[in-house]
Nanobody, 124 residues
Framework: QVQLVESGGGSVQAGGSLRLSCSAS????????MGWFRQAPGREREFVAA????????SYADFVKGRFTISRDNAKNTLYLQMNSLKPEDTAIYYC?????????????????WGQGTKVTVSS
């Protein structure tokens, strides 16, 4: 079983950048397909990005394409989300998640393990 801890959240002005990290322990992230989700106040949790364990293939939600990049460093056992050109509507708690399997699902109930989240606030 893997344990996940996110970090890197904070407050930034619109147009700025942040890099979120998700540090794993217990098992190596190379064993899992990894994803990022977010939940804004009053809204359901939504898919942001995912990266497949076998070949590094990635998938993104339309609203972050071209702005966010998901990556993984297996040697550091860490998942990243580079967020550029941030908008106020990106304000949310961001969660990393892991699943056993090769698919890149966009629904949260397909993921088996979750971190506690890190808060991102983007001001206009």
């Amino acid at each position: 079983q893997v344990q996940l801890v996110e970090s890197g959240g904070g407050s930034v002005q619109a147009g700025g950048s942040l890099r979120l990290s998700c540090s794993a322990s217990g098992r190596t992230i190379s064993s899992y397909t990894m994803g990022w989700f977010r939940q804004a106040p009053g809204r359901e949790r939504e898919f942001v990005a995912a990266i497949r364990k076998s070949d590094g293939h990635t998938s993104y939600a339309d609203f972050v394409k071209g702005r966010f990049t998901i990556s993984r460093d297996n040697a550091k056992n860490t998942l990243y989300l580079q967020m550029n050109s941030l908008k106020p509507e990106d304000t949310a708690i961001y969660y990393c998640a892991a699943r056993v399997g090769l698919r890149l699902p966009t629904v949260d109930n397909e993921y088996n393990y979750w971190g506690q989240g890190t808060k991102v606030t983007v001001s206009s």
